[in-house]
């Protein structure tokens, strides 16, 4: 089946387009009343991700409801290390997602095993089947996981920190175990990753949400090898690298063998072409300008669009939409990069 809507695929492909693709990280979720109605009939967030119609059907509502460029499957960075042997929480009202046993030292690694994707995430390719086969080819499918290091973050902390101190001092005081704990979620990733293309994901996108709590040295030591190997692992579909908070690293990131990578709100666009010329670069308008006026939307995106100029381009934001934000907004961002194309004679 031929997609009807491959804009993002044929920018991937690094093809000169009519204009940029668009989609929004965090975009099948909160923002949507359509899917609080969906997540308040069930028993909660993992319902939702564990049951393959539902997850379906969330997926697709950006897409009728957004007109976004693609679909991102819903699901979350946090079943990987459930994979692995770590469950997580998410209690209603209580707060984020919590997980309950965590990694702290050699002996924990005990309860950990390696993933076989069939067997361990069966729920979520099951999910990404059903929805490219609903999606009819309407627009591409995007798969994803969590890079090796944010996936360590939420398995050593056990939830969201600010500094990721608890993180970053076991690479510093026990870097055997650290490596060791990297290796297994990078293994785990590369066979996830590659399941979903089987599965149906026609591109993929890996999350390094925390990337900006480390230095140069450990981002070094403990980050690019595993980025690297995914790259040169997973086959298939191409991929998008967004390393949050690190567009200081982006001329190391240049060097991966990825299609794309994400550009956060912080960097300055002309840097970030400048140090990887070759890859395509997505993002970056900040989420917090989809809480102004529609006119503040529409130039704010302008701005973004002429600061990547033309190709080589996925207009998306710097980071995952705010769940408070009003879907109004959103589709003004969207409306406006699909006019880009028209206010130039192209379609
Ligand atoms: O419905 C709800 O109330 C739960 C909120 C929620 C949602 C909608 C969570 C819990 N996860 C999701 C879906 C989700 N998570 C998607 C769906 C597809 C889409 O983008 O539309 C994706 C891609 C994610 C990825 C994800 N989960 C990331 C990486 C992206 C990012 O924003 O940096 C991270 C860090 C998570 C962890 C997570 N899951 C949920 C929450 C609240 C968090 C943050 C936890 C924390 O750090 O405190």
Redesign the pocket.
């Known amino acids: 089946m031929s997609l009807q809507n491959d804009l993002l695929l044929r920018a991937l492909a690094g093809e000169q387009t009519e204009r940029p693709p668009v989609w929004l ?6 923002i949507l009343p359509e899917y609080r109605a969906i ?1 308040s009939r069930l028993s909660g ?1 993992k319902e939702l991700v564990k049951t393959p119609e539902l997850a379906c059907e969330v997926t697709i509502q950006p897409v009728d409801l957004l007109g976004v460029d693609a679909a ?1 499957l ?5 079943v990987v290390p459930e994979a692995m042997g770590l469950p997580y929480e ?1 209690i209603e009202k209580v707060g ?2 919590r997980f309950p046993e965590t990694i702290g030292s050699a002996s924990d690694m005990k309860r950990l095993h390696a993933v076989d994707p069939e067997e361990h995430l069966g729920y979520v390719l099951e999910a990404m089947k059903m929805t490219r086969s609903a999606l009819d080819g309407r627009v591409p499918l995007i798969g ?1 996981a ?1 890079a090796p290091w ?1 996936i360590f973050c939420y398995m050593v902390e056990g ?2 920190s600010k500094e990721w101190s608890r993180a970053r001092r076991m690479l510093r005081s026990e870097p055997a175990l650290a490596e060791d704990l990297l290796d297994r979620i990078t293994e785990a990733t590369i066979a996830y990753l590659n399941a979903q293309v089987e599965a149906g994901a026609q591109a993929l996108q890996l ?1 390094d ?1 925390w990337a900006g709590a480390l230095d140069a040295d450990l981002f070094e030591r403990y980050t690019m090898p595993r980025l690297k190997r995914i790259c040169d692992e997973v086959k298939g579909a191409p991929l998008i690298v967004f390393a ?1 908070g690190a567009g200081w690293q982006m001329d190391r990131l240049a060097t991966l063998s990825c299609q794309g990578l994400g550009v956060d709100w912080h960097m300055p666009v002309s840097e970030a072409r400048m140090r990887a010329p070759h890859h395509v670069l997505q993002g970056n308008l900040d989420p917090s300008v989809l809480y102004g006026t529609e006119a503040e939307v529409r130039a704010a995106t302008q701005r973004m669009l002429s600061d990547f100029g033309r190709g080589m381009h996925v207009a998306n934001l710097g ?2 939409v705010y769940p408070d934000i009003n879907p109004d907004r959103v589709r003004a961002f969207i409306d406006e990069v699909k006019q880009n194309a028209h206010s130039e004679g192209v379609n």
């Not at 990280?25 to 909160?30: E, S």
């Not at 819903?74 to 946090?78: A, H, N, Q």
């Open positions: 990280m965090r975009q099948a979720g909160r997540r967030f991102i819903f699901s979350d960075i946090l998410l984020p997602p994803f969590g944010t939830g969201g999350f949400s949050k980071h995952g």
